[in-house]
């Protein structure tokens, strides 16, 4: 049983769901990992009647254009939500939405806020415009399907499987490519010949330098992750001639916080989740996740 | 003599300055170029008593993020100001600032409007922002330095050559880096530990990458030209760590054209000239620009 400190109050909690940065940690391989950890960064849970949800992003600081030196995420180098308990800053628990369920609610925090931020404050989608979200199955990429489809986007997905590009589209996407099709990124080009408005990655790679080409004049293509390594490439001429936007962002501060539970409540979104397992199958989850075969969030129902 | 037609004017040029694309067209490398061309994009002249300065941007349209695809600068495909009159339209022309002489008046063109743009319009510099203008010496980078000194910023600026560093400091750079040092990034980080709030390059190429790493959290990089080349092994890590931005920027709006006269205005900034020939050995001017030993704009002398 943790013990509070100052602004500090113990959860208990009844779900928690995962992302990536678990995996990393799990498998030893995240920046500055000091063992033992408990990891887990999102979870819904009780502090007496009162049902709440985790921003996991603490100690953001003033500026709402980046996040202090301070900043670090519940699960590193603190202990996490994958397990009964958590200690947590109070500032950091906001009321769980009404309609949804204990492990739906767990599921809004690194992968909802991720793409809120993403998507509106550093993208600024806008109702009409014409979006590419890349790897759809993923947490964050679902979410800013979600998000974006409720804000009157229209979206194009890629993934490297065919099902799940099956899959968005049933939620709503208008189309989409697998990049193991041979020039999926002409074949997208073909299907929105103006290109897109705005493109929402979380890989890089050697993808980087095609999403210059699928951008409209004047469009932005926001970076959340990068973990297809080094971009590589890149034309100036169409960075300037296009007037682009190549845009960084991770998580969010309190007020995208605040904002992203107020878009999910007004819109009643519901999030998408691939599989709930009990917090002793923990391992079962992990290696789901490395699979990469999930479609939305993978929760642990801790009680 | 040109004719002009609808809502068009004649000029009578006294003066043009050069820019690189003018260097391009001579040398036949410009995309889509065709001959017999006038070259020259800048200029200063009368319309009857009237003295006034040229927008080189044609047909910018009606959005202020991107130039529509009819888009075009004076010199080509049209012919230009390297010539005792040119063909104009009215929108285009401006009046000359009263502080300069017809010389001076000549350079605010592509070279003004690029720095104009890149600087406040997609850069948002302010006053006490640190910034970094890359490649000092190029008419686009010393206008860049003339109005964020103007606007109360600290800059340092990068040159192939320390003497041109040398002359930047003079003007009232805090300091700068040549490019043959062995780290000029680290150098540069050394001066500025915190790193800076905006970075100016018209190179891209090998250069990209070390700006990820000068600028400061939440910094903006803004990219008006190319001349290095293909942008690679940038890391999306320090892209969405740092929630950067990598912005592209080309010319200006009317609207941007405007605010960058008015600015002049207001600071009586004075453009900085390397030389100026007669029109008629505007041969010796090209080859002056080819060398890139200048300190300021080319001017050629029509009349």
């Known amino acids: 049983m943790p013990a509070a400190r100052d602004?500090?109050?113990?959860?208990?909690?009844?779900?928690?769901?995962?992302?990536?940065?678990?995996?990393?940690?799990?498998?030893?391989?995240y920046a500055g990992i000091k063992f033992p950890i408990v990891p887990g960064s999102d979870g819904c849970g009780y502090i007496e009647n009162q049902r709440c949800i985790i921003n996991p992003g603490i100690s953001w600081g003033d500026n709402p254009?980046?996040?202090?030196?301070?900043?670090?995420?519940?699960?590193?180098?603190?202990?996490g939500t994958f397990a009964e308990y958590v200690r947590i800053p109070k500032e950091n628990l906001f009321a769980a939405a009404t309609h949804l369920n204990d492990e739906e609610a767990s599921t809004l925090g690194v992968a909802a806020?991720?793409?809120?931020?993403?998507?509106?404050?550093?993208?600024?989608?806008?109702?009409?415009?014409?979006?590419l979200i890349c790897g759809i199955g993923g947490g964050v990429?679902?979410?800013?399907?979600?998000?974006?489809?409720?804000?009157?986007?229209?979206?194009?997905?890629?993934?490297?499987?065919?099902?799940?590009?099956?899959?968005?589209?049933k939620l709503g996407a208008a189309g989409g490519v697998v990049y193991s099709e041979d020039s999926?990124?002409?074949?997208?080009?073909?299907?929105?010949?103006?290109?897109?408005?705005?493109?929402?990655?979380?890989?890089?790679?050697?993808n980087?330098?095609?999403?210059?080409?699928?951008?409209?004049?004047?469009?932005?293509?926001?970076?959340?992750g990068g973990t297809g390594g080094k971009m590589n490439d890149l034309s100036p001429q169409i960075l300037f001639w296009k007037q682009l936007n190549i845009l960084g962002s991770t998580m969010g501060s309190p007020l995208d916080f605040q904002n992203m539970v107020d878009f999910v409540?007004?819109?009643?979104?519901?999030?998408?989740?691939?599989?709930?397992?009990?917090?002793?199958?923990a391992e079962k989850a992990f290696i789901r996740l490395q699979q990469a075969e999930q479609f939305g969030k993978i929760v642990l129902k801790v009680a």
């Not at 809120?116 to 989608?125: E, M, T």
């Not at 999926?184 to 493109?199: Q, S």
């Not at 819109?267 to 599989?275: N, R, T």
Request: proline share 3%; net charge positive.
């Open 65 to 79: 254009n980046f996040q202090s030196k301070h900043f670090k995420l519940v699960g590193l180098p603190e202990d």
């Open 265 to 281: 409540n007004q819109h009643q979104l519901k999030p998408i989740i691939d599989a709930v397992y009990p917090l002793k199958d």
């Open 208 to 224: 980087a330098s095609k999403y210059l080409k699928l951008a409209k004049p004047g469009g932005r293509i926001c970076f959340y």
């Open 141 to 169: 990429a679902l979410f800013a399907l979600q998000m974006a489809l409720l804000t009157g986007c229209e979206v194009y997905v890629s993934s490297s499987k065919q099902g799940k590009v099956k899959q968005a589209i």
């Open 7 to 29: 602004h500090e109050v113990i959860l208990r909690l009844t779900a928690a769901s995962m992302n990536h940065r678990d995996l990393w940690i799990w498998k030893g391989q």
């Open 184 to 206: 999926w990124d002409k074949n997208l080009l073909e299907m929105v010949p103006d290109g897109f408005d705005l493109i929402i990655d979380g890989f890089a790679g050697s």
């Open 113 to 131: 806020i991720t793409a809120f931020r993403s998507l509106f404050v550093r993208g600024q989608a806008k109702r009409s415009e014409r979006l």
